[in-house]
């Protein structure tokens, strides 16, 4: 196993997940995410969490998979126009 950093966010504090809010996000109140990394029971996992409900629920990516979606953000695979 290599001892490469998770595609998510910084590793996750003593208290548990660090989450880190959309460099994209203002301060305004707008439409935001934040993302984290959980290492748990051996397996680590890319949470997502609506930064305006951060009591509401949370999807869970395996790395990996977070990696092809970023990937395809930043190739335009999403892109409305």
Same mark, same amino acid.
């Given at each position: 196993?290599?001892?490469?950093r &998770?595609?998510?966010? +910084? =590793?996750a504090?003593?208290?548990g +997940?660090?989450?880190r !809010? &959309?460099?994209? &996000?203002g301060?305004?109140?707008g439409?935001?995410? $934040?993302?984290?990394?959980? =290492?748990?029971n ?5 949470l %997502?969490? =609506?930064? !305006?409900?951060r $009591?509401?629920?949370? %999807? @869970?990516?395996a +790395? @990996?998979v977070?990696r @092809?979606?970023?990937a395809?953000? !930043?190739?335009? $695979?999403? =892109?409305l &126009?």
């Amino acid at each position: 196993m290599t001892n490469q950093r &998770s595609p998510c966010v +910084p =590793d996750a504090g003593p208290t548990g +997940p660090v989450w880190r !809010k &959309s460099s994209y &996000s203002g301060n305004n109140g707008g439409q935001c995410v $934040e993302v984290a990394l959980h =290492d748990g029971n051996g397996a680590s996992l890319c949470l %997502l969490r =609506d930064s !305006k409900d951060r $009591e509401g629920p949370v %999807l @869970a990516f395996a +790395p @990996a998979v977070w990696r @092809a979606f970023t990937a395809g953000i !930043k190739a335009g $695979e999403f =892109d409305l &126009s």
